[in-house]
């Protein structure tokens, strides 16, 4: 069955970008260009037929209307100097569109959107605009901030990325890990934000758990050998296979202990478990491959009373060696409350230091918890109340209300 034009020029645009920025620069310009192209595809296609090279059609497109668009940028200012030296090579006016790069340019293109000079907000923003295909307004609406507000990050990116002076090319043999690793931090990013909102009146935001998926499958298809790419991508799957037992009718949030296992995703935690299988032996190991065997063991669990975790406490062991963060400390003390007793967790929760404080509900939510089940119910409503009270997703808000109501007013 053919594909639709929809879908075809979803796949090629962020490939279309990166050939016309590779070969021009000018991000912001090639952008526009590249759109009109879109356009004039969804337009033309449908009756005159896909082309039979449709991403060289569209390169061309974008390619002679990012000429007209330079050549009037420079006619307003009066720089005809500047116009002389911007006179394109033949190929370029041309482009020859079966050329095909050394590295795929929606890599290249991810990289420059990750280039470690923007803050993460920029990266995420400007990913998921040039190589995601969001719209500002679906961006602006996935994160909760007025339109004009992303509208002036992804601009600070875009001129960031401009007066750094980066060429539009693949990172050098020693820049390449630095700059991968940040890649799959943006895409993990999105994909929490998306999995777990922190705000707002949703628990989940699928539109950007679904995007997470689909640009690190690219990256996964473009870096097949990267164990840290698989195991990111195993991690997204098995996280995202539970999302249809994690809410409630009335959209509340069920905790992991009581969902129902027969609405997990089958598929996707079988494809979770190959990915993720087939990563660990090709070492070395990373956080994203740790995480994923972590999940693995959770969603492979008949149900949560035979969940092995004595394995996922040595998991996150290893985990804290590699990735020692205040989130890892957290979740390892939930690890060990679970495999040695809710005090063993107390105790490390009692350790952290000043300087791993997490500024949002979590710590709260999860002494809470452990003090529940420690059979201290009445400090346990209070640190359910105080953590209710930093929440600032609603569906979280109200899920810790309710156990804290549960409790009973005197902690009985």
Avoid at 24 to 40: C, I, N, P, S, T
Avoid at 292 to 316: F, G, K, M, N, R
Avoid at 376 to 399: E, I, K
């Amino acid at each position: 069955m053919p594909e639709r034009t929809e879908d075809l020029l979803r796949r090629l645009a962020p490939r279309v970008l990166g050939a016309v920025v590779r070969r021009y620069g000018h991000f912001d310009l090639a952008e526009d260009a590249v759109q009109e192209a879109l356009l004039a595809a969804a337009t033309q296609w449908p009756t005159d037929g896909t082309p039979d090279n449709p991403r060289g059609w569209l390169i061309t497109v974008a390619s002679r209307r990012l000429t007209d668009l330079l050549r009037a940028e420079t006619a307003r200012r009066r720089r005809e100097d500047t116009v002389a030296r911007r006179v394109l090579p033949d190929e370029w006016l041309a482009p020859a569109a079966d050329r095909s790069p050394a590295t795929d340019d929606t890599l290249v293109l991810l990289f420059l959107c990750c280039h470690p000079a923007l803050t993460p907000a920029g990266q995420i923003a400007l990913t998921l605009r040039a190589v995601g295909g969001l719209t500002t307004a679906e961006i602006a609406r996935a994160f909760l901030v007025p339109e004009a507000t992303m509208t002036r990050r992804i601009s600070r990116a875009k001129r960031t990325i401009a007066d750094s002076g980066v060429p539009f090319t693949p990172p050098a043999p020693g820049d390449h890990a630095a700059r991968l690793d940040a890649v799959l931090h943006v895409l993990y990013l999105i994909f929490t934000e998306g999995y777990a909102s922190t705000a707002g009146p949703r628990l989940a935001r699928t539109e950007l758990t679904a995007e997470a998926i689909r640009l690190t499958r690219i990256v996964h298809r473009l870096l097949p050998a990267d164990a840290e790419v698989s195991g990111l991508l195993a991690l997204m799957l098995l996280t995202d296979a539970r999302r249809p037992a994690r809410t409630g009718p009335d959209g509340d949030l069920v905790p992991m202990a009581e969902q129902d296992r027969g609405r997990w995703d089958a598929a996707a935690i079988a494809e979770g478990v190959a990915l993720v299988s087939a990563a660990l032996p090709r070492g070395p190991t990373g956080r994203y491959q740790v995480q994923a065997a972590i999940a693995a063991v959770h969603d492979e669990a008949p149900s949560a009373a035979e969940t092995d975790w004595p394995q996922i406490l040595a998991l996150y062991e290893v985990l804290l060696r590699i990735d020692d963060t205040p989130v890892v400390r957290l979740n390892h003390a939930v690890a060990v409350a679970m495999a040695r007793g809710p005090r063993a967790g107390l105790a490390l929760l009692d350790k952290l230091h000043a300087e791993d404080h997490i500024a949002d509900h979590r710590p709260d939510a999860v002494r809470a918890h452990l003090l529940e089940m420690a059979g201290d119910t009445a400090a346990a409503r209070t640190y359910y109340l105080a953590a209710a009270g930093r929440a600032q997703s609603l569906p979280h808000q109200r899920f810790l209300y309710e156990r804290a109501a549960r409790l009973g007013a005197d902690g009985q």
